[in-house]
């Protein structure tokens, strides 16, 4: 069996994963290849979970019962994990949402409800570009519907790249922010942010950074971005489900109102008017996601336990052997870049005329979950004139032998298929 640099002790960290020793279909070893859409969570986390529920549940804030405050210190005691995990200045710069997809549309709605200098309207533009996931696209449509504003993108190199030899004319003195994905969910592909911040700041335009695929596998520093807003998500990084969290500069995060009203986002309530709590519980409406906020506070002392600079290591190794070995697939095209220079570890592609999902089917038989479809970037299928990709997409537990098994159940669907 092909071994990789002793980077990471894979043998040791699957078995902090239960599931990973898992037989599907009748005794076949599951070879779960589908960490882009879902990573799977470790026993420390899940205890973790588990302890929550059965000794501090309660509601957070205001309780002057004891489980109450210990649900307070835990639920913020993860908020401080989280800003130090990203490097922010100050923990309340970081709200818990409960995904990626509620903290972009959060961005996209306090930007058309704001006042000057922050404001969207008929006479501005929004930028972003064409390999985005449509959770950074959508809101930014209806952004744009709803305030007339200008939607403008990047488009894409045929080798999975963004295409940035028009940036001048893309980011322009009407634009008022820039939003773009730091990793490709579909493609893989890692952007070169600096060229795009610059330009953006150069005519004072705000940054907003989809990390949902750079967070899990890389470290992740907001200061060093130069961004003013990052989203992510707990499920792609060891997480539960029903968790994310947006970053943002405490300036904007003052300035900017609130994108839900109710419970604990409030400082005084009249039946004229009201005032709002500074943030983060300006922008965390309701009961929020408290487990889950706890349990992303497990996750983020797992995974710096194993050190995220040796997590990128490990995948940007296991990346180079599997792209190596699709290549060698007689008739399967990647769909991005074919090497793995600045590429993260999740690579789509197509074999031969088989559809997507034929082959994510028969894979599925041979014990093999692999994720098919569009992957909710259909833009980057259109551009490329595919109707779908496979997807396989690999994390800090996933090994080499796992990326033989995917080689051979590819031949096993070209013999199947004839």
């Known amino acids: 069996m092909t071994q990789l640099p002793g980077l990471l002790d894979t043998e040791a960290i699957r078995k902090d994963f239960p ?33 929550y529920y059965e000794r501090y549940n309660a509601n957070v804030h205001r309780g002057v019962h004891v489980l109450a405050e210990e649900a307070t210190a835990l639920y913020e005691g993860a908020r401080d994990k989280v800003a130090e995990f990203i490097n922010a200045p100050s923990r309340d710069e970081v709200i818990f949402t409960k995904n990626a997809s509620e903290s972009l549309n959060l961005v996209a709605n306090m930007l058309g409800w704001a006042d000057e200098p922050y404001r969207v309207d008929h006479e501005t533009e929004i930028v972003i570009t064409e390999m985005e996931h449509h959770s950074n696209i959508v809101p930014w449509q209806l952004l744009s519907q709803r305030t007339g504003a200008k939607l403008k ?102 300035d900017l109102p609130p994108f839900l009203g109710g419970g604990e986002m409030i400082e005084t309530v009249s039946m004229s008017s009201s005032t709002y709590a500074p943030a983060p519980h300006k922008f965390e409406a309701g009961t929020p996601p408290i487990a889950q906020a706890v349990g992303l506070g497990a996750a983020v002392d797992y995974l710096n336990s194993i050190g995220m600079e040796r997590i990128a290591e490990h995948e940007h190794a296991l990346t180079e052997y599997a792209v190596k070995r699709l290549l060698e697939v007689p008739d399967l095209r990647i769909i991005g870049p074919t090497t793995a220079e600045d590429r993260g570890a999740a690579i789509s592609f197509t074999l031969g005329d088989i559809h997507p999902h034929d082959v994510g089917q028969v894979l599925d038989e041979e014990g093999i979950a692999v994720r098919v479809g569009h992957h909710c970037a259909r833009p980057v299928c259109l551009r490329y004139g595919i109707p779908a990709t496979t997807r396989a997409s690999f994390y800090l537990y996933s090994t080499p032998a796992e990326v033989d098994a995917l080689v051979a159940g590819l031949e096993h669907v070209r013999n199947f298929f004839g």
Not at 19 to 29: C, S, Y
Not at 183 to 209: C, H
Request: charged content about 20%; proline content about 4%.
């Open 19 to 51: 599931i990973l020793g898992r037989e599907v279909h009748e005794g076949k070893k599951l070879v779960y290849l589908d960490s882009a859409a879902t990573s799977q969570t470790p026993s420390q986390v899940i205890d973790v979970l588990s302890e």
């Open 153 to 254: 993108w990047f488009g894409l190199t045929e080798d999975g790249r963004l295409d940035l030899s028009n940036i001048d004319e893309i980011i322009t003195e009407k634009t008022k922010v820039v939003s773009l994905t730091l990793v490709s969910n579909l493609m893989g592909t890692v952007n070169p942010v600096e060229a795009i911040v610059r330009k953006a700041q150069d005519v004072g335009a705000l940054v907003v950074f989809d990390a949902s695929q750079a967070a899990p596998h890389m470290p992740l520093d907001v200061q060093a971005l130069q961004a003013d807003f990052v989203a992510f998500t707990g499920h792609k990084m060891c997480g539960p489900t029903g968790i994310g969290v947006l970053w943002g500069r405490q300036e904007l995060l003052e």
